[in-house]
């Protein structure tokens, strides 16, 4: 996969994004990733439980994968009695934890609460949804490895489109950070209670202007901006980026062809000393 370390943010971002295609590509033909794949696409479709998923050592591999929670494959008890709860209970496991991608694991693979079978499994445009997630999930996650400022605008990116209230942004540690950033807002308001802080956001910024890529864009460049000179990250604000397609080879056999982006000034009007205060 390619590198972003060494970079400014803006410009590690904006090289994750012409690339994005072919590095999903690169993804799929992982070794490792090509056996979960074919796994997932083999058997998902006959498992009715959430006991038959946590049995099936690769399929459930793929999933926690899938929404990021590798980190939690082992606690495979917990993720049963999540995945069987009512989440109508709000006594229920699945209400009762604060990782929100463990909801949305919950809500998308959709078993029915005590444990039996879900609706979704078994579709075709719904296999090559999850496909597309662990992907996506793959190279973001490689990306992010060597830069922090661009790991967090990825995954900001990522998830615009779904933030419905300033309560999605600060359950969300990244989306939280980005946000602190991107409007000026010290680090230290997370110690504010959580009312005051979603009435000083949303003086700040419409949240409904994130359903509009521009706007996104906007916050990318800005945080960039402030990121970088509050980390000390050296960026330029106007690059040349030569991406070198066919002689260079990149992760798994992948390779590019010449062909140049030129990065225009990131902070769309606004300085990181001007912004964040």
Same mark, same amino acid.
């Given at each position: ?9 803006? $410009? ?5 994004d012409a690339t ?7 993804? %799929?033909?992982? &070794? ?9 696409? =083999? /058997?998902?479709? @006959? ?7 946590? *049995? ?8 926690? /994968? ?13 993720? #049963? ?8 209970? @709000? ?6 934890? @604060? ?18 079978? @879900? *609706?979704?499994?078994?579709? $075709? ?13 793959f190279v973001l996650? =490689? ?7 661009? /790991? ?8 615009? *489109? ?18 602190? #950033? ?6 230290? %308001? ?8 979603? *009435? ?15 706007? $996104? ?7 960039? %901006? ?13 690059? $040349? ?12 056999g992948g390779s590019?062809? &010449? ?19």
């Amino acid at each position: 996969m390619i590198s972003l370390g060494g970079m400014g943010t803006q $410009v590690a971002v904006k090289l994750f994004d012409a690339t994005r295609d072919k590095q999903l590509d690169l993804a %799929a033909s992982n &070794a490792l990733n090509a056996r979960q794949i074919e796994a997932f696409e =083999e /058997r998902i479709g @006959s498992i009715s439980s959430p006991q038959e998923l946590i *049995a099936d050592t690769e399929v459930y591999t793929f999933v926690m /994968r899938a929404f990021d929670l590798e980190d939690q494959i082992f606690g495979k008890a917990m993720i #049963r009695k999540t995945l069987e709860s009512d989440i109508t209970d @709000s006594s229920a496991l699945v209400n009762r934890l @604060s990782d929100p991608k463990i909801r949305d694991m919950y809500l998308t693979l959709g078993f029915t609460p005590g444990g039996g079978s @879900s *609706a979704n499994l078994d579709k $075709v445009d719904w296999q090559a949804e999850m496909i597309e997630r662990f992907k996506e999930r793959f190279v973001l996650n =490689e990306a992010g490895e060597d830069n922090e400022g661009a /790991r967090i605008a990825l995954e900001f990116k990522a998830k615009a *489109a779904e933030i419905d209230s300033w309560l999605d942004v600060l359950k969300d540690e990244d989306l939280g950070k980005f946000m602190r #950033r991107a409007l000026g807002v010290p680090d230290e %308001a997370i110690q504010v209670d959580l009312d005051r802080q979603i *009435a000083l956001f949303e003086q700040k910024f419409d949240i409904e202007k994130l359903q509009d890529p521009a706007e $996104v864009d906007k916050l990318v460049s800005r945080f960039s %901006a402030i990121y970088d000179a509050v980390e000390g990250v050296s960026s330029s604000s106007s690059t $040349v980026l030569s991406l070198m397609q066919g002689a260079v080879s990149i992760g798994q056999g992948g390779s590019f062809t &010449a062909a140049t982006i030129d990065i225009p000034t990131i902070t769309g009007g606004y300085s990181a000393s001007s912004v964040y205060r």
